[in-house]
């Protein structure tokens, strides 16, 4: 599996996981079902697919930025990856804030390997 692709999910979740355990809970679980419709709802879309594309980006800068310890520009990618996965919908949300299992990660990382 793509590990670069991984550490990015991760980045992902753990905007969303703040608030999860904020309200004291653990985040939703998502099956591989639900991981397939989210895959199929932006392959299907282009504006979405655009969206998803500069996510995967987004997380090659932050990666970046990581390596640097450039506090400031992790502050606005984390921001930025925030933002536009919001423009995915809830959907989108739960499933990257989810912990996935191997096949569920592959169909994320396949639809990665789709942006240019």
Excluded: H, R, W
């Excluded at 979740?13 to 904020?22: G, W």
């Excluded at 653990?26 to 991981?35: I, L, Q, R, W, Y």
């Excluded at 996510?55 to 990856?81: C, F, H, P, S, V």
């Amino acid at each position: 599996m793509n590990t670069k692709f991984v550490a990015s999910i991760a980045v992902l979740a753990s905007l969303s996981i703040v608030p999860a355990f904020a309200q004291e809970k653990a985040p939703p679980k998502a099956s591989k079902a639900e991981v397939q419709k989210v895959v199929d709802s932006i392959k299907g879309d282009k504006t979405k697919m655009a969206e998803f594309c500069n996510i995967m980006k987004l997380q090659g800068d932050y990666q970046t930025a990581a390596e640097k310890k450039d506090d400031k520009a992790l502050t606005e990618l984390d921001k930025k990856m925030e933002d536009s996965s919001k423009k995915l919908g809830p959907d989108f949300e739960k499933v990257t804030s989810s912990d996935l299992d191997d096949e569920s990660a592959a169909l994320l990382d396949n639809l990665g390997k789709s942006c240019k």
